[in-house]
């Protein structure tokens, strides 16, 4: 089992950023890929970023690509996605994940989740 905590959350303006972060406990030696995902009001989940955990190879969904970095820190269990040049578009909760396996951007293919934190930009 994998535990996933994320935080950083919050309200900002357009143009604004913010970092969240994503603790990961439990079961670490589990996990080959770490992703945020992201579900605005009435839509569905949506891949945003993924990093795997034993090289820096990193994937983006293109809405994000170049506003958006995922990093980690392996000593920390920590999964970080810094966040700028936010939209209105960008309003949602962003969801911390693992696998086991190697980058997917289909939501059901992951297997643990955090439990979210909002973010809202207000335009």
């Known amino acids: 089992q994998v535990q996933l905590v994320e935080s950083g959350g919050g309200l900002v303006q357009t143009g604004g950023s913010l970092r969240l972060s994503c603790a990961a406990s439990?079961?670490?030696?589990?996990?080959?890929?770490m992703g945020w995902f992201r579900q605005a009001p009435g839509k569905e989940r949506e891949f945003v970023a993924a990093?795997?955990?034993?090289?820096?190879?990193?994937t983006y969904a293109d809405s994000v690509k170049g506003r958006f970095t995922i990093s980690r820190d392996n000593a920390k269990n920590t999964v970080y996605l810094q966040m700028n040049s936010l939209r209105p578009e960008d309003t949602a909760v962003y969801y911390c994940?693992?696998?086991?396996?190697?980058?997917?951007?289909?939501?059901?293919?992951?297997?643990?989740w955090g439990e979210g934190t909002l973010v809202t930009v207000s335009s």
């Open positions: 439990g079961s670490i030696f589990e996990i080959k890929t």
């Open positions: 994940a693992v696998r086991r396996g190697l980058h997917t951007n289909a939501v059901d293919l992951w297997d643990y």
């Open positions: 990093i795997l955990r034993t090289d820096w190879s990193t």
